[in-house]
């Protein structure tokens, strides 16, 4: 790799990281996830139907027996209603979970998963759109815990520089 590309991709992810810190950091929500938008709910919705709802189920309902292998070695597509534990994620980790994948985004070298890293098939702002349409979906109750965990997971980052 030259000195450039390697200087443009710094740079480059560098930017992303400054941009995701602003919106982590500077919503209601305490997250990049912002439920109450419209637009983005609309745009959201048509992303999952298109690209999520065929595993995580067209009302977020998941595949049966999603907590268990199947004979293969591979989970079911859990739930992202509140019967599944998406939730229990900050915004950080189910945007890098779906743009790099189960095993990258939480270095599980020898994870095993049908869904594929949607980093090379959607773009930043289709997966900053299709989370908040899932966390829509979800009760009040469980919005603010979700918000709550944001809130708490951006504090130690901030603390953790």
Known sequence: MTG???????????????????????????????????????????VYVAHCAS???????????WKAQDKDGFLPAPPHDENGHTWHHPDTLLFRITKLGVAEAANLKDYKTRMPAFGGILTDADIIAALPYI??????DMRH???????VFARRESSAR
């Open 4 to 46: 450039k590309l390697a200087l443009a991709l710094v740079l480059a992810l560098a930017a992303l990281v400054a941009v995701c810190a602003v919106l982590v950091f500077g919503g209601r929500s305490g997250g990049i996830l912002k439920p109450d938008d419209a637009r983005v709910i609309a745009r959201g919705e048509a």
């Open 55 to 65: 595993c995580h189920g067209k009302n977020l309902e998941g595949q049966s027996g």
């Open 135 to 140: 966390k829509s979906r979800w009760p009040d």
């Open 145 to 151: 815990r979700h918000d709550d965990l944001n809130r």
